[in-house]
């Protein structure tokens, strides 16, 4: 087991590591700005990168489309896909 001495470990890095742990939480970006001590969301914000887990979590919870078997509405309307045609 690898001793934390040895490790090249910083404050920053376990900042770092904390404030990405509590948004992939769900914590609310302004409260962990707060405990953080920054000023601007958009210091904070640089924490927000969705990594994998946080994109996984977000598509769980986009709903599956309900549209009616076929086609689409505008691909069964000729003056759409002319309009699209022309672009």
């Known amino acids: 087991m690898k001793r934390l001495r040895s490790c090249n470990s910083t404050p920053h ?13 769900g914590v609310d970006v302004t409260v962990i700005r707060s405990w953080l001590g920054h000023v601007s969301l958009d210091t904070t914000n640089h924490y927000a990168r969705a990594n994998l887990e946080t994109k996984r979590k ?12 076929g086609q689409p509405s505008w691909k069964r309307d000729a003056s759409v896909l002319a309009w699209l045609d022309t672009l």
């Open 13 to 25: 890095a376990f900042r770092h590591a904390t404030a990405v742990h509590l948004i992939s939480a």
């Open 58 to 69: 977000a598509l769980e919870k986009v709903a599956v489309p309900t549209t009616p078997a």
